[in-house]
């Protein structure tokens, strides 16, 4: 293929826009933060559950809200070939709560726990930090109302990005009420910006009909401007959402976890009650949150379950790969690299690299014909601890030489003994 072709063949075959691969060495990272998200979960004894990725749109309209940014703008859907509407899914809890009412779970003693973990579709413009295609890691708690769950969710976390050494990351907390004290905060608002509609921006002005609290977190500067004086949610809560909300603070007091408290956070599902929280950086710019969450007590009985409440989050991992990007060092998987100097010692190579397997230890065997001097650059970039040397006369004499890359030494020996004795860190 001539190299015009080459071009013109790979133009065909292009990576969708807001699309990514993920390969070495950035996959490690991420193998890393899904073995340190599954160790945490495990912790606090959250179960995996796997969902799929396809649904029937009805469930995201219904389920996340038909006035949300999702459901209005970022949803892939598509027609099946006998006609169904179906979505490739935007988030995890709508297919969560599916599960949880289609197999009964909920005549399982109460709390559950589950977790899960893979990607999610939206339609959005790509740019830093925000993908058409993203990673989520989420947890959702069903059957608790107690906010000791939305604490013990929001220490596991902190745990969780501390030991991935993101310390000075904020937790962001709120209140958003419910379904008693919600409606006259509503008509607050709605008066609060009715002289004020001419300057807010057009999403908001159709916003102040359909969900007036989306005003709040709405980025445009108009609006962010004409929210000045705003009339505060807390101010409005019911003695119950209240009461939630100060025992919520006061278990994150117990245990000093720091947060603020952001008057502001009424985020962007429709399914939220009372709690909502969202982990933000300085560090990624305009795309600062890497977690989000919250309590979602309707959600349960409106997909036809018994009245349940839940609470529940999703990372997006992207954004935490993002951050750990520049300091992360390389994982120190050591290994071994077998060199083949002479074809005929191939197969024994290969007998070799089993009986080393068989005690745990991670192998490559050259395949193909090289250089000494090229096979020890594999080796290396393979972050290889040792590299054996195999050719005739060794085989011969039934030994091998070796080479430790780490503390530059060098020898030979009998195979059997160098089996015996050597020690990788695996
Ligand atoms: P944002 O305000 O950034 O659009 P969101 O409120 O839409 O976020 P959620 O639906 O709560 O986000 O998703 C939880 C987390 O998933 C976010 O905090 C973010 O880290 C990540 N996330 C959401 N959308 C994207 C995207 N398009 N690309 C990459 N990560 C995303
Ligand atoms: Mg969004």
């Given at each position: 293929m001539t190299k015009k072709e080459r071009v013109t063949v790979l133009a065909r075959f292009n990576l969708l826009k807001g699309f990514e691969d993920i390969y070495p060495p950035e996959v490690f990272i991420w193998q890393w933060i899904e073995t340190k998200a599954k160790e945490h979960f495990n912790l606090y004894n959250y179960e995996e559950i796997k969902l799929p990725i396809v649904e029937s749109t009805d469930l995201f309209t219904r389920g996340i809200g038909e006035g949300t940014d999702i459901v209005e703008k970022e949803m892939y859907s598509f027609q099946d070939k006998s006609g169904r509407l179906l979505t490739l899914r935007p988030e995890g809890t709508a297919s969560m709560v599916r599960c949880y009412v289609e197999n009964n779970l909920f005549n399982r003693p109460s709390p559950q726990k589950f977790f899960y973990y893979g990607p999610m579709f939206r339609y959005e413009r790509p740019q830093k930090g925000r993908q058409r295609q993203f990673y989520q890691i989420g947890a959702e708690a069903l059957g608790?109302?107690?906010?000791a769950i939305e604490a013990e969710m929001l220490l596991m976390l902190s745990r969780l990005l501390k030991t991935l050494g993101l310390n000075s990351l904020n937790i962001e907390i709120n209140s958003i009420g419910c379904d008693d004290c919600r409606p006259q905060y509503k008509k607050e608002l709605r008066s609060f910006f009715e002289d004020k509609k001419s300057h807010l921006c057009v999403d908001c002005n159709r916003r102040y009909e359909s969900n007036p609290l989306r005003i709040l977190d709405c980025k445009v500067t108009n609006c962010i401007e004409s929210r000045q004086g705003v009339p505060v949610l807390a101010q409005f809560l019911c003695p119950n959402c209240s009461r939630h909300y100060s025992a919520l603070k006061g278990f994150l007091d117990e245990f000093q976890l720091r947060y603020v408290q952001n008057d502001n956070l009424v985020r962007g599902l429709d399914y939220y009650t009372r709690t909502t929280f969202e982990i933000t950086t300085e560090a990624l710019g305009a795309q600062k949150a890497v977690c989000a969450g919250g309590r979602y007590d309707r959600l349960v009985e409106q997909f036809g379950g018994p009245s349940t409440p839940a609470v529940g989050f999703a990372i997006g991992v992207e954004r935490i790969v993002a951050l750990l990007k520049d300091n992360y060092k390389e994982a120190q998987r050591e290994s071994v690299f077998i060199a083949i100097i002479d074809e005929k010692a191939e197969k024994k190579a290969h007998k070799i690299a089993e009986d080393l397997r068989d005690k745990g230890i991670v192998v490559s065997v050259n395949f193909g014909k090289g250089s000494l001097k090229n096979q020890l650059r594999k080796a290396d970039r393979l972050n290889s601890s040792h590299v054996i040397i195999l050719g005739e006369e060794e085989l011969s004499r039934d030994k091998l030489s070796w080479k430790n890359?780490?503390?530059h030494t060098q020898g030979e020996g009998k195979i059997d003994e160098f089996l015996t004795n050597i020690e990788v860190k695996a």
């Open positions: 608790i109302d107690n906010p890359l780490r503390n």
